[in-house]
């Protein structure tokens, strides 16, 4: 049986590419060039290495993703791909987020602390869309985590949560 390398066997893993490209982001929001990063890394990180890891042509060890993102500022999970990213990637659509549209007619006509929270929370984001239809509101995947602190729910169950309170609107049949 042939040997491979760790490099040989994540070279070209979904997740190395996308790990890759989270690194090529966090590097370009800081305005910085590969040369730049191995100027001011005293060449700990040298240009074509980081290079090959944002290619995805190489893989990077955990000890150097922590001095990384060490060097970056930032907590090594910034430098880790979004699940949703992957999932969208690697064309798992089941772990996709799906859109969330809440009936806020209905929403509005419930009592409780919990649903006064959320529905101050979706007229905020509708006052931030300049979204003033009143009725429905499409959230995205990051209003969902909120919601499912204010509903006390995991945040894969939010859409289960809200259709079980009847605030998932169901458009007319026509």
Do not use: C
Not at 7 to 28: A, H, K, M, N, W
Not at 86 to 98: E, H, I, L, V
């Amino acid at each position: 049986m042939p040997q491979y390398s760790d490099d040989d066997l994540l070279q070209d893993s979904p997740f190395t590419r996308l790990v890759g490209e989270r690194l090529r982001r966090i590097r370009q929001q800081k305005q910085w060039s590969l040369s730049d990063v191995e100027t001011n890394s005293d060449q700990e990180f040298k240009a074509s290495v980081l290079g090959a890891y944002e290619r995805g042509e190489r893989a990077i060890s955990v000890p150097r993703l922590e001095r990384l993102a060490r060097f970056y500022g930032v907590g090594i999970d910034q430098l880790l791909p979004r699940d949703q990213q992957r999932a969208a990637d690697t064309g798992d659509a089941s772990a996709a987020p799906k859109k969330l549209r809440i009936d806020v007619a209905k929403l509005s006509a419930m009592s409780g602390p919990q649903f006064e929270m959320l529905e101050r929370f979706l007229r905020m984001i509708q006052v931030q869309r300049q979204d003033f239809n009143g009725r429905v509101i499409t959230v995205r995947a990051h209003d969902t985590r909120a919601i499912a602190v204010m509903l006390d729910v995991p945040v894969d169950q939010v859409g289960e949560s809200l259709a079980d309170l009847g605030l998932l609107f169901v458009p007319p049949a026509s």
